[in-house]
């Protein structure tokens, strides 16, 4: 078996298994429990809260969540109503995984003005192009660190040093998923998932600079400082401070293995990378077009050969994304287009297997 779908789920590594595991064992205590059980289960949460702090860089609040579409949807309807009464206006980009655009969709329902920018009318220097926009009623700005389905990096530190010379009360908002462990994250609010570093699914985290206010999204126990009720998932919290203790911080592998399948593609006909480069994009996702063939031909042809890819992004399965647009991409295109997304375990030799297949994949369907 290949996986080379990492943008969409990782293997959960050893070192979160065995953590959730002795978790489950020896301190599956409530965190809110007085006694010894909870206080030891408290313990871990806030072991796990440093851990990720220090990952990050950052000095603020970690809020531990189900994923990070409850991050993102906590961070926007949060900041929106609590900063309701100092403006109207929130700015996003329209390569915003459906966990952002979605909310808001709805926030413009509700009567926020929803500005949409587009990497492709700014492609290198996007940062500037949003802090052009920014008013006196913009409160937030919301924009993903790492594009999951081209690889697009944003600069996430000049954004944010940008926003505030323009407006030193508007706030940024990073949906930080694929860029975590990966590229350094800056922002008032970040949003993390864990399945995506080699943890588990179903936990995620959000992060909140000092002084930075949000609504809680959900209601009930109190727990985490009322901000976040829920008993805290600690088997998990435990497995994703293992696993950001075990992310490996020389990624040279990914260019590695970034190159190797930019220069296969290069010497098949009709094969066109729709990544960045290197300046604008990270090295583990890698998207391209075999034009002639369309994605969900080549996926399956693979997936028989026990080569898993994904056709764009996993989370819009069955849909077709606006994400290709706001690159430039065009319709014919982004109806052939893989994207490859590699794990520090894939090898040369699975990606020189995957071009292969590729090649005789084209051979049979292309039409
Ligand atoms: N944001 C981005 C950029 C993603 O890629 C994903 C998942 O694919 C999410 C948010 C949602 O994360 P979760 O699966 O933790 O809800």
């Known amino acids: 078996m290949i996986y080379l779908d990492n943008a969409a789920t990782t293997r959960p590594c050893d070192e979160a298994v065995e953590a959730a595991v002795k978790t489950a064992r020896e301190c599956f205590g409530n965190v809110s429990s007085l006694h010894k059980m909870g206080i030891e289960a408290e313990k871990l949460l806030v072991s796990a809260k440093t851990t990720i702090l220090k990952k990050l860089s950052l000095q603020g609040e970690l809020y531990f969540t189900s994923g990070a579409t409850e991050s993102n949807n906590t961070i926007l309807r949060g900041v929106a109503d609590a900063y309701k009464r100092s403006?109207?206006?929130?700015?996003?980009?329209?390569?915003?995984?459906?966990?952002?655009?979605?909310?808001?969709?709805?926030?413009?329902?509700?009567?926020?003005?929803?500005?949409?920018?587009?990497?492709?009318?700014?492609?290198?220097n996007f940062e500037e192009y949003i802090a052009e926009h920014?008013?006196?009623?913009?409160?937030?700005?919301?924009?993903?660190?790492?594009?999951?389905?081209?690889?697009y990096k944003v600069d996430t530190k000049k954004l944010y040093a940008l926003i505030k010379r323009k407006n030193k009360s508007c706030m940024l908002h990073v949906d930080g998923v694929q860029g975590f462990c990966k590229?350094?994250?800056?922002?008032?609010?970040?949003?993390?998932?864990?399945?995506?570093?080699?943890?588990?699914?179903?936990?995620?985290?959000?992060?909140?600079?000092?002084g930075c206010r949000f609504t809680p999204l959900l209601y009930g126990g109190g727990q985490?400082?009322?901000?976040?009720?829920?008993?805290?998932?600690?088997?998990?919290?435990?497995?994703?401070?293992?696993?950001?203790?075990?992310y490996p911080t020389d990624l040279s592998h990914y260019e590695k293995l970034n190159s190797l399948l930019r220069s296969r593609l290069a010497q098949m006909e009709e094969a066109y990378v729709n990544s960045p480069d290197s300046d604008r994009g990270v090295p583990n996702i890698l998207s391209f077009s075999v034009m002639g063939v369309r994605s969900e031909i080549m996926l399956h042809y693979l997936e028989e050969k026990q080569i898993y890819v994904s056709s764009g992004s996993a989370c819009s399965k069955g849909k077709i994304s606006s994400v290709p647009d706001s690159f430039g991409i065009d319709e014919k295109r982004a109806d052939s287009t893989l994207r490859v997304s590699f794990s520090m375990a894939n090898t040369e030799e699975e990606i020189n297997t995957l071009a292969d297949e590729i090649e005789l994949g084209i051979k049979r369907f292309r039409r």
């Open 183 to 210: 590229v350094p994250l800056c922002g008032d609010y970040i949003s993390l998932s864990a399945h995506k570093i080699h943890g588990f699914k179903g936990v995620g985290a959000m992060y909140v600079a000092k």
């Open 87 to 124: 403006g109207k206006t929130i700015i996003t980009t329209a390569m915003e995984h459906p966990s952002v655009a979605r909310v808001c969709d709805l926030l413009e329902k509700d009567g926020f003005n929803i500005i949409r920018l587009s990497p492709k009318d700014a492609f290198y």
């Open 134 to 151: 920014i008013t006196s009623d913009t409160i937030l700005v919301s924009c993903m660190a790492v594009n999951n389905e081209t690889g």
């Open 224 to 246: 985490q400082k009322n901000l976040r009720s829920g008993t805290e998932q600690i088997e998990t919290i435990a497995a994703f401070e293992a696993a950001v203790k075990a």
